[in-house]
């Protein structure tokens, strides 16, 4: 029982790891990727539609991968090949000279995105046993300090007067790296007859009314929560430099990444739902701020506040969908869970792009910020998930 607790103890920290590595590649790249296009003339619509065409391709693979995890228990082998299409995004960024490039480029990073999501968190719960929201926090405390170090590296490489490509050129070892890692995880083989349980079938997918009714709030929560893109352009818009952006992006990365494991251990002991809803009404509060605001305090306190909010939500939302998950449908949920939140973004950038062109960038952030109030008393009044 001992060696077992070891082996799960190392599963999560490989896996965090992982984590750490690919979004450290990642997040050299996306806080340019919006000031990349920019400087390529791109409208903001346009930036818009990228995002939305790109998460709309992840959102539907998430639930074909959560559910062929289940069917074939082939965690391992999807993640695998997610995050070598991480690799691969980031040579296609290089080639790339117009937003059409940036489009193809982007539609295979959410692919892999979209193949990883679900088989990696179910590997997470395998191994997470009663402390889940301690592990997805755990992993989400290593994934955002990745992702912290990595928005560190692209900001000392443009300070020193390299181009965005040669930003995108390093970004490629650590993708490769993270790889290599997960090849150490273990993977827990189930019996065949849980396997077969599993169906495309709706009548054979039991899920509770719980569930489906908060992986629709999640939809309707999703629908205001457009990409961090914009939030980048906002401050750019409201006069951050290039580099200040980029350090508006690392303080939301390495809050997120401090208060995770913290986060995740207050859903364990007073429950997901006492977590998950003042997160909701936080995210609300975060948007209006970004409409009403405007000096720059208010945004390094708002960046510093959408850490506080990513780091509240990560842990303890996955852990409520995985307890109210039956056992033989983890990754199909999860996967379900992916796609809800991949089609809200999908219209909720596409959106967002378009409302900050034709009624002004201060509007997609009040529609957000209703949406998300709303999400949250309906997690109230439907009584989903402990207290």
């Not at 951050?240 to 208060?259: C, R």
Request: hydrophobic letters at 50%.
């Amino acid at each position: 029982m001992k060696k077992n607790s070891i082996i799960n103890s190392k599963n999560i920290i490989l896996l965090g790891l992982v984590s750490m590595f690919v979004d450290m590649s990642t997040e050299m790249v996306y806080p340019i990727i919006p000031l990349f296009l920019a400087t390529l003339g791109t409208a903001p619509y346009l930036i818009g539609l990228i995002e939305g065409v790109a998460e709309s391709i992840a959102a539907l693979l998430k639930s074909f991968a959560g559910y062929f995890t289940d069917k074939y228990n082939s965690k391992k082998m999807f993640a695998v090949s997610g995050y070598l299409l991480s690799a691969v995004y980031k040579i296609g960024l290089i080639l790339s000279s117009t937003w059409i490039g940036v489009l193809i480029s982007r539609i295979i990073d959410r692919t892999g995105k979209g193949l990883r999501t679900a088989p990696r968190d179910s590997l997470i719960a395998e191994s997470g046993g009663k402390k889940l929201g301690r592990s997805f926090g755990l992993h989400k405390m290593l994934d955002m300090l990745g992702s912290g170090l990595g928005v560190l590296i692209a900001y000392i490489i443009l300070t020193n007067n390299y181009n965005f490509k040669s930003v995108i050129l390093v970004s490629v070892i650590p993708a490769l790296i993270g790889v290599c890692i997960l090849f150490f995880v273990k993977e827990k083989k189930k019996v065949a007859q849980a396997n077969e349980k599993v169906s495309f079938k709706l009548k054979d997918i039991k899920l509770s009314k719980k569930l489906v009714m908060y992986l629709g709030v999640v939809f309707l929560f999703s629908i205001g929560n457009f990409s961090n893109v914009f939030l980048l352009l906002k401050a750019q818009n409201h006069g951050f430099d290039t580099q200040s952006v980029l350090l508006l992006y690392l303080l939301f990365n390495l809050t997120a990444s401090f208060f995770s494991i913290p986060a995740g251990k207050f859903s364990d002991k007073f429950g997901r739902r006492s977590m998950v809803v003042p997160s909701y009404f936080l995210y609300g509060v975060i948007y209006f701020g970004f409409a009403i605001f405007d000096f720059n305090i208010a945004y390094i306190l708002l960046f510093f506040l959408y850490g506080v909010y990513t780091a509240m939500i990560s842990g303890a939302e996955r852990a409520l969908l995985v307890e109210m998950s039956p056992d033989c449908y983890k990754g199909t949920v999860l996967g379900l869970y992916g796609s809800m939140q991949g089609f809200g973004l999908l219209l909720s950038s596409t959106f967002a792009g378009l409302l900050w062109s034709f009624a002004g960038n201060n509007t997609p952030f009040f529609a957000g910020g209703i949406l998300a109030i709303v999400s949250a008393f309906l997690i109230l009044f439907l009584k989903i998930g402990s207290k």
